[in-house]
């Protein structure tokens, strides 16, 4: 089956800890995202790109980081950095990054310890 | 700045009654909008999407919207809800050449039987 797989499913932080959220992509697609989710306030963007070993910065990206090393996978690393990371994360990919549809994981909870 | 709002955080609904959900945007130039849905337990999806043409819209299980550029809204529609449509919304804006989507912050529909 084509799609976008999100590991893990939830995923606990120790204070000072960087964590890595994985997404992977088998759909071809050109352009992948990172979404964060909290109650009440939708989707906001923290990081996408549109092609492989480059990458922009979203809305909130301050205390996280990613990388594009191969087209399929595009990790999401949140750093220490980041004060309030307990959240919903997603990812989502679209063919070529030009606003149309976008297909998203199942995400990631992401819980401090 | 762009942004995305939605009319209402939580509706509650009988089977057989009509939908309306708000949605007005604020983006400049030209827009692609479009409306998710995330069923429990389910990746959030594409319902419906509008890029040109026909302002009227229509997606997935009878679901349809409308394009207003002179109120700059884009409102989903169902004449009749069912159980089964139970889920979140999510209105979205893009722009038709680019990334930066942006997401209204959800509605939650409760359809009771």
């Given amino acids: ?113 | 700045a762009q942004s995305v709002s939605q009319h209402n955080h939580h509706v509650i609904l009988s089977e057989a009654a009509s939908l309306e959900l708000g949605c007005n945007y604020s983006y400049g130039g030209t827009v692609n909008l479009f409306w998710y849905v995330q069923y429990p337990g389910q990746h959030l999806q594409l319902l419906l999407k509008y890029f040109s043409g026909d302002p009227l819209v229509k997606g997935i299980k009878g679901f349809e919207a409308e394009f207003i550029k002179s109120k700059f809204s884009f409102n989903l529609r169902k004449p009749s809800v069912q159980w089964s449509d139970t889920a979140e919304y999510f209105c979205a804006a893009g722009p038709r050449y680019g990334q930066n989507f942006v997401f209204g912050p959800g509605t939650r529909l409760s359809v009771l039987p």
Wanted: aromatic letters at 12%.
């Fill in chain 1, 1 to 113: 089956d084509g799609g976008i797989t999100q590991s893990p499913k939830y995923l606990f932080r120790k204070e000072g800890q960087n964590v890595t959220l994985s997404c992977e992509q088998n759909l071809n697609h050109d352009a992948m995202y990172w979404y964060r989710q909290d109650p009440g306030q939708g989707l906001r963007l923290i990081y996408y790109s549109q092609i492989v070993n480059d990458f922009q910065k979203g809305d909130i990206a301050e205390g996280y980081s990613v990388s594009r090393e191969k087209k399929e996978s595009f990790p999401l690393t949140v750093t220490s950095a980041q004060k309030n990371p307990t959240a919903f994360y997603l990812c989502a990919s679209s063919l070529s990054g030009g606003s149309e549809k976008l297909f998203f994981g199942s995400g990631t909870q992401l819980s401090v310890l």
